[in-house]
């Protein structure tokens, strides 16, 4: 479960950066976006978490996205992904529906983004994404 405490971790930096910024309009939105996905970027570097290479987070038009790079020595990207089903039920719970993390689920959809959860094998180049539509969240 140290994967959800980091998710959790990140979101709280997010909120921090971007509460003032979000309740401004359009393009501000999308620079705050930004702004705190570049913040939670420099938190993220040298984390580690088990099975996990690398973490990040981006953003495009739909989505707010937290990339993860498996360490296939480790974890079956396989195994994985066909889990992905029980995994989408675990993030709704720990991370949408977490109260902790309500905040940040808020600014996300602000930002009319929802959230994908991208994982990717450090070496077959193998994955899979979790996808939590707007309306969803």
């Known amino acids: ?3 959800m405490r980091i998710i959790r971790y990140v979101a709280c930096v997010a909120v921090a950066v971007m509460m ?3 309740t401004s309009c359009g393009n501000v939105k999308d620079k705050a976006m930004d702004m705190a996905i570049e913040e939670i970027n420099k938190q993220l570097e040298g984390q580690t978490m088990p099975g996990i ?9 739909n989505y707010v996205i937290y ?4 360490d296939e020595d480790q974890v079956d ?5 066909s889990s992905a089903d029980q995994q ?5 719970k720990s991370v949408v529906r977490d109260p902790n ?3 940040f689920v808020e600014m ?5 983004r929802g959230m994908k959860f991208s994982y990717k094998g450090n070496k077959s180049g193998d994955g899979y994404e979790i996808v939590i539509e707007q309306d969803e969240l």
């Open 77 to 81: 990207i396989n195994q994985m992904k």
């Open 101 to 103: 993390q309500k905040k």
């Open 20 to 22: 003032a910024m979000l």
């Open 1 to 3: 479960r140290t994967h």
């Open 53 to 61: 290479e690398k973490m990040s987070l981006s953003a495009d038009e």
């Open 67 to 70: 990339n993860y790079v498996v």
């Open 108 to 112: 996300v959809k602000l930002a009319d």
């Open 88 to 92: 989408k039920a675990e993030v709704m």
